[in-house]
Nanobody, 115 residues
Framework: QVQLVESGGGLVQAGGSLNLSCVAS????????MGWYRQAPGKQRELVSLFTSDGRTSYGDFVKGRFTMFRDNAKNTVFLLMTSLKPEDTAVYYC?????????WGQGTQVTVSS
């Protein structure tokens, strides 16, 4: 059974930083496009970042250089380093893994940024 387990969320003051992690129990992990998404209360889930199997990264427009996504294929893990956090970054952050028709999600980790 495939599992994606996120960790690293929490409460932080505006301007602070958090580093989210996602460990995936996936065979051929390096072949997956990994992503971070977030969903705030009353809003649709939105893309935060993607890291493709061939090493390309992309970010949502709202990131504006504040977040960086990393992956460690040897440890089946992706990270999201978030800096200069704002109250509007408050959301549940989800890890996603996609390869062809395989599409897996984690349970999410709560990030709360206080003003």
């Amino acid at each position: 059974q495939v599992q994606l387990v996120e960790s690293g969320g929490g409460l932080v003051q505006a301007g602070g930083s958090l580093n989210l992690s996602c460990v995936a129990s996936l065979s051929m992990f390096s072949h997956y496009t990994m992503g971070w998404y977030r969903q705030a209360p009353g809003k649709q889930r939105e893309l935060v970042s993607l890291f493709t199997s061939d090493g390309r990264t992309s970010y949502g427009d709202f990131v504006k250089g504040r977040f960086t996504m990393f992956r460690d294929n040897a440890k089946n893990t992706v990270f999201l380093l978030m800096t200069s956090l704002k109250p509007e970054d408050t959301a549940v952050y989800y890890c996603n893994a996609v390869r062809y028709y395989h599409d897996y999600w984690g349970q999410g980790t709560q990030v709360t940024v206080s003003s």
